[in-house]
């Protein structure tokens, strides 16, 4: 496909379960971000990754949030142990190359819902 | 602490009106400025700002920078009930992780 996509779409879980969420970056796209957006607030950086560069993790909000990625392809975000307050909207986007250009192109999202 | 403020949070108008959307930063090492258009949960991409006083134009949509005073406005002239939406303003940082810093949005709605 032309686009980020994501899955899934929605998910919904009880508190103290792991989840995972997955992202395909755009072919040939060596960056790619992952971010969080809660109910009516704007885009919280999560982590960056930059082809086989070490990962920039500094915008994860504890240790039970972790992210993966394999070369310049699929991408997974899983948290662990689950709360209410990770209810959200996860946000993949990847860009051409973190140093050239910051245009990001994002992906639909998973709507995450903790119960 | 970097930060990006947008404003109005919340604008209401008719359809055919002309809009100003507002986004401020202070930030250290700014790069670029960027505009997105959020209608359900992927914002897509409208403008990316680097200099100061160069106005991007497409269709109805517009953007300047002001580096300066520290700021950018978004205008949408001729609204259509199709710009209803929340607009993203998000700041690029020259910085070993190209993230973004993203402004809290504005909800634009277009009544008929």
């Known amino acids: 496909g032309a686009g980020v996509s994501q899955s899934p779409s929605n998910k919904v879980t009880e508190k103290g379960k792991d989840v995972e969420l997955r992202c395909d970056p755009i072919s040939g796209h060596t960056a790619l971000y992952w971010y969080r957006q809660r109910l009516g607030q704007g885009l919280e950086f999560l982590i960056y990754?930059?082809?086989?560069?070490?990962?920039?993790k500094s915008g994860l909000p504890s240790d039970r949030f972790s992210a993966e990625r394999t070369g310049e392809s699929v991408s997974t975000l899983t948290i662990q142990r689950t709360q209410q307050e990770d209810s959200a909207v996860y946000l993949c986007?990847?860009?051409?190359?973190?140093?050239?250009?910051?245009?990001?192109?994002f992906g639909p999202g998973t709507r995450l819902t903790v119960l | 602490e970097d930060k990006v403020v947008q404003s109005p949070l919340s604008l209401v108008v008719h359809e055919g009106d002309t809009v100003t959307l507002n986004c401020s930063y202070e930030v250290t090492n700014f790069r670029s400025l960027l505009w997105y258009k959020q209608e359900k949960k992927a914002p897509t991409f409208l403008f990316m700002l680097?200099?100061?006083?160069i106005e991007k134009k497409s269709g109805r949509l517009s953007s300047i920078l002001d580096k300066k005073e520290l700021f950018s406005i978004l205008n949408i002239t001729a609204t259509q009930t199709g710009d209803s939406a929340v607009y993203l303003c998000?700041?690029?940082?020259?910085?070993?992780?190209?993230?973004?810093?993203f402004g809290q949005g504005t909800r634009l709605t277009i009544n008929p």
């Open positions: 990754f930059q082809g086989n560069s070490a990962p920039d």
């Open positions: 680097t200099s100061s006083g």
């Open positions: 986007a990847s860009s051409l190359s973190g140093v050239r250009t910051d245009t990001q192109y």
């Open positions: 998000a700041v690029g940082l020259i910085q070993g992780a190209q993230k973004l810093v």
